[in-house]
Nanobody, 124 residues
Framework: QVQLVESGGGLLQAGGSLRLSCAAS????????MSWFRQAPGKEREFVAA????????YYANSVKGRFTISRDNAKNTVYLQMNSLKPEDTAVYYC?????????????????WGQGTQVTVSS
């Protein structure tokens, strides 16, 4: 019912910035929240940030607070993740996800739709 496609990843040096985009199609934004997760090699999928349908409520992992900003433009059916002051430990595949029900926003099993991911690599 919902398709998500991430873009904007790339290779950059520590301290740099990137903006990721997640374009949604199908039953676009008829969901409770949209989120970004990331997964580094050998690690579990990790919550990064979430935003409610209205955009009025946002949530961030402690590791990215003050550096990353999540936003959404419902007219464009797109969610963004602005990433500043990037660190090598931010290197991961970043995934966009959608959940249709209220509940926890930082748990991967709460989400029913996922994009294919976009690679972010931060060098020292």
């Amino acid at each position: 019912q919902v398709q998500l496609v991430e873009s904007g990843g790339g290779l950059l040096q520590a301290g740099g910035s990137l903006r990721l985009s997640c374009a949604a199609s199908g039953r676009t934004f008829s969901n409770y929240a949209m989120s970004w997760f990331r997964q580094a090699p050998g690690k579990e999928r990790e919550f990064v940030a979430a935003i409610s349908w209205s955009g009025d409520n946002t949530y961030y992992a402690n590791s990215v607070k003050g550096r990353f900003t999540i936003s959404r433009d419902n007219a464009k059916n797109t969610v963004y993740l602005q990433m500043n002051s990037l660190k090598p430990e931010d290197t991961a595949v970043y995934y966009c996800a959608s959940k249709g029900l209220a509940g926890l926003v930082n748990v991967p099993t709460q989400y029913n739709y996922w994009g294919q991911g976009t690679q972010v690599t931060v060098s020292s």
